[in-house]
């Protein structure tokens, strides 16, 4: 007899993340799809993302999901069976899927994640879903029976999610419009201002990891490609080290300050248990050297990273999958909802 399978599945904006139950093994790829000849699927995945900025004319680029949200939920469909069918052992058989969510979705947002169990090549898959701060404190470890006050910022690609959890549950929660796509056009606009040639999204983003340093005074630059903007012609600069972490450190400030303006909304006695735990930082950004000690510094709290980085909300939806015992944290969509 064939076992149903379990996936987990963290639908990002800038990259979704699938556990393979059977296979006990992570994948993730680029969230986008491109599109030929009005809606036919011409690349997913990272196939697409190879595509992007750079696409023939034809050929259009989308990301089906912004902020944990389905937009489009055909598009999202497509993406979701082929990188299932490219990654893990899924044979079409009516598996269980596990997505994580944000806090704040509508009952109407809510309702697509279930309809994509209701139609297409996905159709009978059985919907779980379970939030995205509960899915990060599983993964790093978080005893959510007994915490009196959990802080976790998640650092995401187009924005950063705050909660608090408290009492087996997310007490509060606030989603700020800040994350790592805003860093990266800050690196943009700090090497159009300073260097004169306008670079792409990816090159701001390879640059944001690899020169921003908070924790010493940067000096090493690297060489890029981008377009001259009087001219407008292809030509190399030297992006400094300190260029990219000014930008960087701008954005980093304005969040800080949304985080201050969070944390003054926690009752006192749990402030005093995040205070001697730390703050959790989680998120693809996180990895951005010495992030940490920055938020340290403007916070006044103690900060620590999730060892996972970007990858904690979908170690935590393995961690659940894997220990029956942890899933009544994953919530089935009401049956009214489609």
């Known amino acids: 007899m064939r076992l149903e399978n379990s996936y987990g599945i963290d639908l990002g904006t800038g990259m979704v993340k699938i556990y393979d139950q059977k296979a006990d093994h992570i994948t993730q790829e680029s969230t986008m799809i491109a599109l030929r000849n009005g809606n036919q699927v011409f690349a997913v995945g990272n196939d697409a993302f190879s595509m992007f900025e750079k696409a023939p004319a034809d050929v259009r680029i989308i990301r089906p999901v912004s902020n944990g949200r389905i937009n489009d939920i055909l598009m999202t469909e497509a993406v979701l069976h082929t990188l299932l069918r490219r990654n893990t052992t899924y044979t079409g058989s009516r598996p269980t899927l596990y997505f994580s969510v944000p806090m704040d979705l509508t009952e109407i947002e809510k ?23 509960i899915a990060d404190a599983i993964a790093v470890g978080v005893p959510l029976h007994h915490t009196k006050g959990t802080m976790i910022i998640n650092l995401g690609a187009q924005s950063t999610e705050l909660s608090v959890l408290a009492d087996e549950r997310v007490i509060i929660n606030r989603l700020v419009p800040i994350g790592g796509m805003q860093f990266d056009q800050a690196v943009r606009e700090g090497v159009l201002h300073k260097n004169n040639f306008l670079i792409s999204s990816r090159t701001a983003q390879r640059l944001k990891f690899v020169l921003t340093d908070f924790r010493q005074e940067p000096s090493e630059g690297r060489k890029v490609y981008g377009l001259d903007r009087s001219s407008g012609l292809p030509r190399d600069g030297i992006v400094s080290a300190h260029t990219v972490t000014r930008m960087v450190r ?3 400030l304005l969040l800080a300050d949304e985080i201050r303006k969070f944390i003054d909304r926690i009752p006192p006695q749990v402030q005093e248990s995040i205070r001697r735990d730390g703050i959790i930082l989680t998120g693809g950004s996180a990895r951005i050297p010495g992030i940490d000690q920055y938020f340290r510094g403007q916070l006044e709290y103690p900060v620590r ?23 009544h944290w994953a919530i089935a969509p009401s049956r009214n909802m489609v």
Do not use: D, N
């Open 111 to 133: 309702r697509a994640y279930a309809s994509i169990a209701q139609r297409g090549r996905l159709r009978r898959s059985r919907i779980f879903l379970v939030e995205k701060p």
């Open 250 to 252: 701008h954005e980093c």
């Open 305 to 327: 990273i999730s060892q996972y980085y970007g990858m904690s909300t979908i170690q935590g939806i393995r961690i659940l999958i894997r220990r029956p015992e942890m899933r």
